[in-house]
T-cell receptor
Framework: GAGVSQTPSNKVTEKGKYVELRCDPISGHTALYWYRQSLGQGPEFLIYFQGTGAADDSGLPNDRFFAVRPEGSVSTLKIQRTERGDSAVYLC??????????????FGAGSRLTVL | DQQVKQNSPSLSVQEGRISILNCDYTNSMFDYFLWYKKYPAEGPTFLISISSIKDKNEDGRFTVFLNKSAKHLSLHIVPSQPGDSAVYFCAASLETSYGKLTFGQGTILTVHP
């Protein structure tokens, strides 16, 4: 597609429930990233995919968070046993493999998760 | 450990004047610095970047200055326009870290007509 698409745009859930957030990156972009933005803060790195594999998942806060990208395109961020502290905007970004210079990421509009 | 800091939560400027947004960092190993702009309900969009080996990069109305000795960078917008009103994020990355960006907290810029 023309841009990075994220669904749902808004998700309200109850504490303890399971949530899936989907990201459809720009066609042809091999690198995909998930970031999380809490209120009043900048985005924080969660995980990076190069192709189908998670090359760096060091930003995932704990084992309740998991992400997949089975065919190297669409990615799903999965959160188990949600907690109120998980409430945030989850941003997905994609990029081409960098050749030279700064690696410029293109972000989606985000999925706003609210855990009651 | 906040490696990238934007100490001004907000900035208000008159249309046509200069906007100066500041950013400080602690990790001297950063290779690239980027500025992103974010409108409400949209994702951050890339604005301009600078390599650590340079001290200035210009793109139209936007100029980024880097002072490595002070570990400080700034974004200048001249002239400022009402459409520039947004949240501005400073970010930094390492050459080896692909797209792993470390962001500051953001500065809300308001440009008054």
């Amino acid at each position: 597609g023309a841009g990075v698409s994220q669904t749902p745009s808004n998700k309200v859930t109850e504490k303890g429930k399971y949530v899936e957030l989907r990201c459809d990156p720009i066609s042809g972009h091999t690198a995909l990233y998930w970031y999380r933005q809490s209120l009043g803060q900048g985005p924080e790195f969660l995980i990076y995919f190069q192709g189908t594999g998670a090359a760096d998942d060091s930003g995932l806060p704990n084992d309740r968070f998991f992400a997949v990208r089975p065919e190297g395109s669409v990615s799903t961020l999965k959160i188990q046993r949600t907690e109120r502290g998980d409430s945030a905007v989850y941003l997905c970004a994609s990029s081409l493999t960098r050749v030279a210079g700064a690696n410029v990421l293109t972000f989606g509009a985000g999925s706003r998760l609210t855990v009651l | 450990d906040q490696q990238v800091k934007q100490n001004s939560p907000s900035l208000s400027v008159q249309e046509g004047r200069i906007s100066i947004l500041n950013c400080d960092y602690t990790n001297s190993m950063f290779d690239y610095f980027l500025w992103y702009k974010k409108y409400p309900a949209e994702g951050p969009t890339f604005l301009i970047s600078i390599s650590s080996i340079k001290d200035k990069n210009e793109d139209g109305r936007f100029t980024v200055f880097l002072n490595k000795s002070a570990k400080h960078l700034s974004l200048h917008i001249v002239p400022s326009q009402p459409g520039d009103s947004a949240v501005y994020f400073c970010a930094a990355s390492l050459e080896t870290s692909y797209g792993k960006l470390t962001f500051g907290q953001g500065t809300i810029l308001t440009v008054h007509p």
